[in-house]
């Protein structure tokens, strides 16, 4: 039998805060899949918050909350307690409640409305967690203007509901294009291809052979991982207990177009040119933050500083299955119908390189040839098969305990999510920007990457503790961009003069 965490054995079939539990019959005696098991135990207990911006302030208040309740709460996981049943042992089910939405929206009195205020707010819930006894979210109005929105809506959600993929589909789901209110946005499509799918012949075998040989080393260094394996100990790896650190969340948004711009002038992908500047960007904080005390012998940041052979890894998360069609979760709102859900979601142990260039584009081309690489490989797959296989024969907690050692022997998470290609409207209000990350996780640094209509927004959630300054880093990874953007101009146009700044 797996073992349950002592704190959701605590929750009882009953009238939780007000709620009522609908009839005995109609429970939906469906279990929590095993990464959502995951997600609730000791240094994996992660949750998910979003910034939404928005480009009116919400001044009807209840109108917003009648919104919410015909939509994301009809959803059938932000409409379920998590609950152990008796009946199965112990197990942890979904049993569906009626949504009492005075516990989930959340309108705070505002005495300094800034920026700040908006920082501190979020770095606030970051310290808290959701009371099991109702479905594990909620949401926050902050009437605050800020230099990129007018208002700023803050969805947090239990890891346990859904991966980013999945709940990017439900918010987009609940909006609408401002071109066509009563349109839905566009769903985004993405076409998973691996290298080998491009190969015949004999180059098909190479591919193959390549494969197998890629899922092998990358199967090893997972293993490895889990048992001794550590990072180098820079300015960015988190000390122990890190998961258990308030977070301090910014975003920082770029050119979608300067991005395919670099795309297309070195013939790679948008992934890889984010990887590129996010390695640049990383290798230009920590080369400042090793120069500090290097400052009374003269060493400046355009000096290399970093020490030799840094070993820094991503958590990089992968989506397992295509993204949930935006008609099927508005049918299942309305309709309670099923789509697809849950954590679909598996990882690979992404290098990246830290070293001093002189040519920036070398950091794109090398993040290219690691995406290549990985591409050319199963280890996303193995490497949830080994989660899930662990957590069968062990249980949940041997299961946990094996993410937490990956994770914690890595240095950050990095993801990505495309979002829509056009403006949309959430209840009738623009949306500006969508800065979705984490916390509880057990590194210091996460960086989540969302695309939406022409614009690219990096946020980043970072222990204040490791990382004091983590508007710097949003800066380096803004730099970063601009100076490979010259250096595309240069190869390309030598005469040309980039005015960007």
């Not at 690691?370 to 591409?375: E, N, R």
């Not at 062990?394 to 994770?407: E, M, P, T």
Request: glycine content about 6%; overall charge neutral.
């Amino acid at each position: 039998m797996d073992v349950i965490p002592e704190d959701l054995k605590r929750i009882r079939i009953g009238k939780p805060d007000g709620q009522r539990m609908i009839a005995k019959g109609e429970e939906e005696e469906e279990p929590l899949s095993p990464m959502a098991r995951v997600f609730h135990e000791p240094g994996c207990n992660i949750y998910i918050i979003t910034k939404i911006g928005l480009k009116t302030q919400i001044l009807d208040i209840q109108a917003f909350k009648a919104n919410l309740g015909l939509t994301l709460a009809k959803h059938p996981r932000f409409s379920s307690l998590q609950v152990a049943s008796k009946e199965r042992g112990g197990e942890i089910i979904w049993v569906q409640t009626e949504v009492d939405m005075d516990n989930h929206l959340i309108v705070p009195h505002i005495d300094y409305p800034d920026e700040k205020f908006v920082e501190d707010y979020i770095c606030n819930l970051s310290k808290s967690t959701i009371d099991k006894s109702k479905p594990m979210w909620d949401f926050h109005i902050l009437n605050v203007k800020t230099s990129d929105a007018e208002a700023i809506g803050v969805l947090r959600v239990h890891h346990s509901l859904g991966d980013g993929a999945s709940l990017m589909s439900l918010f987009l789901a609940c909006t609408r294009k401002t071109s066509d209110p009563e349109a839905l946005p566009s769903s985004t499509t993405v076409t998973k291809k691996s290298n080998l799918s491009k190969a015949w012949g004999f180059g098909f075998v190479v591919m193959t052979m390549m494969m197998v040989w890629n899922t092998i080393v990358g199967l090893m260094m997972f293993v490895l991982t889990a048992l001794f394996f550590k990072d180098t100990k820079t300015p960015l790896k988190g000390s122990p207990g890190v998961e258990n650190n308030p977070r301090r969340i910014i975003h920082r948004t770029v050119s979608l177009d300067d991005v395919k711009f670099v795309k297309r002038a070195m013939n790679i992908t948008v992934n890889d040119v984010v990887l590129g500047v996010t390695q640049a960007g990383i290798t230009k904080y920590l080369n400042r933050r090793y120069g500090d005390g290097k400052q009374n012998q003269g060493a400046t940041v355009k000096k290399n500083n970093l020490p030799e052979n840094i070993r820094l890894r991503a958590i990089f998360y992968m989506n397992l299955r295509p993204s949930a069609g935006i008609y099927d979760l508005v049918n299942m709102m309305e309709k309670g119908t099923k789509a697809r859900w849950g954590n679909e979601i598996g990882y690979v142990l992404l290098p990246l390189t830290i070293a001093f260039r002189e040519d920036p584009l070398e950091y794109v081309r090398e993040a290219s040839a690691i995406m290549s690489q990985k591409k050319t490989s199963l280890e996303v797959i193995y490497s949830r098969w080994i989660v899930d296989l662990v957590l069968k024969c062990f249980g949940v907690k041997a299961a946990g305990k094996l993410s937490h050692k990956v994770f914690y022997n890595t240095t950050l998470w990095f993801s990505n999510v495309p979002g829509p290609q056009e403006e949309v409207a959430f209840f009738g209000h623009p949306v500006s920007y969508i800065a979705p990350t984490c916390f509880g996780q057990p590194n210091a640094l996460m960086i989540h990457v969302v695309s939406y209509v022409d614009k690219l927004t990096f946020i980043l959630s970072a222990d204040e503790e490791t990382i004091p300054d983590p508007h710097q880093l949003g800066d380096d990874l803004e730099d970063s961009l601009k100076l490979i953007m010259a250096a595309v101009h240069s190869k390309t146009n030598p005469q040309s003069v980039d005015t960007r700044g």
